[in-house]
Nanobody, 113 residues
């Protein structure tokens, strides 16, 4: 079972970045996928998640700026991040609910002011 992220990097405030994640290797149906983020010294927090029915939850601090999308057939989830702010700087983790929760390795997003 693998959860592999790509994307991220460095952006200026007001700019955009995108993240992608693909999950593979499990015989079970994925119930939901999403993204969390974490900064040093703080708990990992939800950014956005989407379930099989297409229901989406966004954290309040990304509503209107970030867009999550998913391809159920390909077991992929994407996060388009627009209007980035320095406080969006964090390590972003792909989250997969296969009945059990799996995490990606994390990808750094840095937003400069």
């Amino acid at each position: 079972v693998q959860v592999v992220e790509s994307g991220g990097g460095l952006a200026q405030a007001g700019g955009s970045l995108s993240l992608s994640c693909v999950a593979s290797g499990s015989p079970f149906t994925i119930e939901a996928m999403g993204w969390y983020r974490q900064v040093p010294g703080k708990q990992r927090e939800l950014v956005a998640k989407i379930n099989n029915a297409g229901n989406i939850n966004y954290a309040d601090y990304v509503k209107g700026r970030f867009t999550i999308s998913r391809d159920n057939a390909k077991n992929t989830v994407n996060l388009q991040m627009n209007s980035l702010k320095p406080e969006d700087t964090a390590v972003y983790y792909c989250w997969v609910d296969w009945g059990a929760i799996l995490w990606g390795q994390g990808t750094q997003v840095t937003v400069s002011s």
